[in-house]
Every structure is written in structure tokens, then in C-alpha cells.
């Protein structure tokens, strides 16, 4: 079993709202990520976490919190959205973060902030 | 910092032909380089994995090779077919753990 499941697939958000992006696999893999891809544009990350440990925080605005509650679970909070913050989320993980790692990926999550 | 380059951005071929995707990065001090294909609007699917030691990998017709010295890695489709049209995405996995993807490459095949 590869697979990583997001949910919901799809979200419109106003941009006062708060909601929760999900993330959840199986593989027993230690690492997770979070990306970011607008449309015609390859993906950009996010976050990593590592052992459940925030890793890598690529300079997100702080209206995006993630968290990683256990080793097989990771949400994305969202509050105060813009409307540029739409695009489709992508979630991944892998085994560890170093060598010998192959990286899977969910099937995203569309969100548009209206 | 590290930088991935695809060529050609876009590419339409008959169905049949024999093609050539091509990636290139910067910085040579890689762990491992993944190829992914990406359909519209969906999530990524990973194809091959090519680890910093490697020279290539395949995958029924797939191949993809590895030259880490000089930053260049290449995906071979052998007699493409209309379900390989799709976009598709190698990105590279620096020191960090992190993966750092190229813009991308649109294949379309006709039937």
C-alpha cells in the first residue's frame, strides 16, 4: 500500500473562515510534507515534518499552522486566508527525509478562497 | 541554491514514438532524483526513483538515467501511447530532505 489520503479534495473557504486540510498514510513512514501548487506551476514546499517534529518551515505567512498529531496523521490549519492562497495542497511522505527515500503523494486538496 | 531545469517544456508526439525528457540541476550534491507524472488538477505519481549512487533505473518503458557530475538526468518512454499524455515532474532530494522540483514537461501523444 503507497497510498497517502487527503481530504476533503475539495474546499472553498471564505476568508474569514477556519478550516483544516488532512493528511493520513499508513507505510509507517517518518517524514511528511506539505506543498503548495498554483496552476502551470510546479510544486513548492511548505513544511516537513520528521519524527513528528517540525523540520523545515519555508518561510509560510502564519495563517497556515500545521501540526502532526502522531506519525501516521498531518493537518494543515488554515485561518485568514486570501484570496491567493488558492491552489491545490499537496501532501507526501516518505520513510525518512535522507537517502534511499522515495517520496508519495496524495491526490491534493483544491482549496479556493473566496 | 539549488535549481531544476526541464526541457522541453512541452513536447507532442504520434502515438508510437520513442521519447526524451530531460532534467537538469545545479547543485550535484543530491541524495536521490524521482521522477513523477502529474495528470490535471490531480496529485503526483510517482514513476522512478534514482538514488545519488545510481546510473539508471526502468520501469516497463520506462528508463530514466543519471549523470549526478554533471547535474543531467533523462526519462526515456519507449512507444509513447495517448494515456502517457500528462504532465511530467522530476525533482530532485537536497541534504535537508526536502524535494526540489523542475517546471515541469506537457507531453501530449495523438493517436
Known amino acids: 500500500d503507497t497510498e497517502v489520503t487527503q481530504t476533503p479534495k475539495h474546499l472553498v473557504m471564505g476568508m474569514t473562515n477556519k478550516k483544516s486540510l488532512k493528511c493520513e498514510q499508513h507505510?509507517?513512514?517518518?517524514?511528511m510534507y506539505w506543498y503548495k501548487q498554483k496552476a502551470k506551476k510546479p510544486p513548492e514546499l511548505m513544511f516537513v515534518?520528521?519524527?513528528?517534529?517540525?523540520?523545515i518551515n519555508e518561510s509560510v505567512p502564519s495563517r497556515f499552522s500545521p501540526e502532526c498529531p502522531n506519525s501516521s496523521l498531518l493537518n494543515l490549519h488554515l485561518h485568514a486566508l486570501q484570496p491567493e492562497d488558492s491552489a491545490l495542497y499537496l501532501c507526501?511522505?516518505?520513510?525518512?527525509?535522507?537517502?534511499?527515500?522515495?517520496?508519495?503523494f496524495g491526490q491534493g486538496t483544491r482549496l479556493t478562497v473566496v | 541554491k539549488q535549481e531544476v531545469t526541464q526541457i522541453p517544456a512541452a513536447l507532442s508526439v504520434p502515438e508510437g514514438e520513442n521519447l526524451v525528457l530531460n532534467c537538469s540541476f545545479t547543485d550535484s550534491a543530491i541524495y536521490n532524483l524521482q521522477w513523477f507524472r502529474q495528470d490535471p488538477g490531480k496529485g503526483l505519481t510517482s514513476l522512478l526513483l534514482i538514488q545519488s549512487s545510481q546510473r539508471e533505473q526502468t520501469s516497463g518503458r520506462l528508463n530514466a538515467s543519471l549523470d549526478k557530475s554533471s547535474g543531467r538526468s533523462t526519462l526515456y518512454i519507449a512507444a509513447s501511447q495517448p494515456g502517457d499524455s500528462a504532465t511530467y515532474l522530476c525533482?530532485?532530494?537536497?541534504?535537508?530532505?526536502?524535494?526540489?522540483f523542475g517546471k515541469g514537461t506537457k507531453l501530449s501523444v495523438k493517436p
Open positions: 515534518y520528521s519524527y513528528e517534529k517540525l523540520s
Open positions: 507505510m509507517g513512514h517518518r517524514a
Open positions: 525533482a530532485v532530494r537536497g541534504s535537508q530532505g526536502n524535494l526540489i
Open positions: 507526501a511522505s516518505s520513510q525518512e527525509t535522507g537517502m534511499n527515500t522515495e517520496a508519495f
